[in-house]
Each structure stands twice: as C-alpha cells, then as structure tokens.
C-alpha cells in the first residue's frame, strides 16, 4: 500500500527555471494538497482540489501551479523559480471529512533554488 | 476565524520521564484536532485525533491528548519519553471538510539519555 508518493524527493534548480513536482496517491481520496514548510514555520497550504478538475489557491499560491486531471495525481508546477521557493514541499491526501488517518502525507521534496 | 499556537518551539526531556507538549486553538467551528509527528527528513505521521467523540484520546506509541473545551486546549502527553520520540511535532486544526486546516508552527522535542 504505496499511501502518497511524491518524486522528486531533491531538486536543485536555478533562478528563473521550472519544474513539475509529482504527487500520486492510490487511496481513492477526492481531497489533495500540497504544502511548503519552511524552517521554523508550520506548513502553510500552496493549492489544494477537492477533486478531479476542481483545483482552489490556497495560503501562498503565487508562483506556483496545479492540475487534477485524475483522482490519483495532483502535479504541482514551478514557473520562474526564485529563491523565495527554496522549501520542502509536501503533497497530502485525505476524505473530505478527515475519516480514517485524517490526512495522508508523502515523503517530501527538498526544493533548493539558487 | 481559526488559529493554533504551539506554545513551545522546544521541549527538551530526559529518557524516561513525562512529556507535555501543549497546544491552545481557536475556532468558530467544533473543530477536529491532530497531533502529527515529524522525524528528520521524512513525513508527516499522525499521532492521534479528536473528532468530537471522547476527550481523552489515545494514539500510536503511547501518547494521548485531552480535548478541553473550557480552556481550548489539545496537549500532547506521554508518561515516559523514549529516545525515538525525538521528533518535531505539529498541531492542527480543522473545521469539518479538510482544506480550511491550520498547522501549529511545530514543537521540536529533544530526548537527552
């Protein structure tokens, strides 16, 4: 039972670069998300979809992207990398009443711009 | 509106003796509240939730939490630290349906031998 898979778990990018962050979860959960936590900080919510082709801003939406053209995968995009995105990002799952093990988080993955 | 505050960045303990970390919310909804658990360079792992049945609710490797309505508190105990409970741990908040969720900044919990 793989839960949420999230590749790449390290990147290294340059300024002004992009990148697609992956996020698959083999669940059948509608709610996904994804976060940034940086250092000190709780996480805080970058997008989230409450379903297939349903997508909302979250938080700290801006210079990030998403879509949901499946139940199981929740990309998110980097357009324009700064230094201000240096974070790890984290994709999550859930119900939308939270049952079970409430949300269902991935590994992670270290994003470093520079 | 809906807030969370971890009322300590660190919390350090000796192997073997009790661990409280504490955790004040609000909310304008009877909200649902987790503790998850964060290990070096991995994910987040729940702990244990409140969903509005018993107060006093029991998680994974020994830990519980009381729901306290007058005092809007979650507080996170354990009788006994052990090494392995070295983590960063995280409260959060929800309202019913999932996205609206707030996480608590984390409580980084040291074990010394």
């Known amino acids: 039972n793989a839960g949420v898979t999230q590749t790449p778990k390290f990147r290294i990018l340059k300024i002004g670069q992009s990148m697609t962050l992956q996020c698959a979860q083999d669940m059948n959960h509608n709610y996904m998300y994804w976060y940034r936590q940086d250092p000190g900080m709780g996480l805080k919510l970058i997008y989230y979809s409450v379903g297939a082709g349903i997508t909302d801003k979250g938080e700290v939406p801006n210079g990030y992207n998403v879509s949901r053209s499946t139940t199981e995968d929740f990309p998110l995009r980097l357009e324009l990398a700064a230094p201000s995105q240096t974070s790890v990002y984290f994709c999550a799952s859930s119900t939308r009443d939270l049952r079970g093990s409430g949300y269902t988080f991935g590994s992670g993955t270290r994003l470093t711009v520079v | ?113």
């Open chain 2, 1 to 113: 509106a809906q807030s969370v505050t971890q009322l300590d960045s660190h919390v350090s303990v000796s192997e073997g003796t009790p661990v409280l970390l504490r955790c004040n919310y609000s909310s304008s909804y009877s909200p649902s509240l987790f503790w998850y658990v964060q290990h070096p360079n991995k994910g987040l792992q729940l702990l244990l939730k409140y969903t509005s049945a018993a107060t006093l609710v029991k998680g994974i490797n020994g830990f519980e939490a009381e729901f306290k309505k007058s005092e809007t508190s979650f507080h996170l105990t354990k009788p006994s630290a052990h090494m392995s409970d070295a983590a960063e741990y995280f409260c959060v908040v929800s309202p019913t349906g999932g996205f609206k969720t707030i996480f608590g900044a984390g409580t980084r919990l040291f074990v010394k031998a």
